[in-house]
């Protein structure tokens, strides 16, 4: 998502929320990886919901810690992104918005 809004002028702010973001979740999903599961790519009859990375599964051990930590990202995004909306008037929604759809990826990362 943050390379496909690189040509919106004006959202720096977001689009260095959500790297920081990515960044943060490769890196637990990298940190409790199941060595013993391969990497795999998701595919479906629609290309918006194909991945274009692997997934890497996490060693069923370290589910807990690796979900409470995706978690603390997601809800560190979404602070910095209501934080950065109140800068801007005008992009207000828009990182609202942004926001909502994060938190709502918490809800089904912790009803997994």
Known sequence: MEKDMA???GHAPVREI????ARGLRGI???NRDPQQPRIKLRSGSPEQSSHRPIVAVAPQRKAAALAAAVAVLEEAETLLLRSAENSASR????Q??????GSSKVLLRSS
Not at 18 to 21: E, V
Not at 92 to 95: D, E, F, G, I, L
Not at 97 to 102: L, P
């Open 29 to 31: 999903a990298r940190e």
């Open 7 to 9: 040509l919106l002028a």
């Open 18 to 21: 959500l790297a920081q973001t």
């Open 92 to 95: 207000a929604v828009n990182y």
């Open 97 to 102: 918005q942004i926001a909502a759809a994060i």
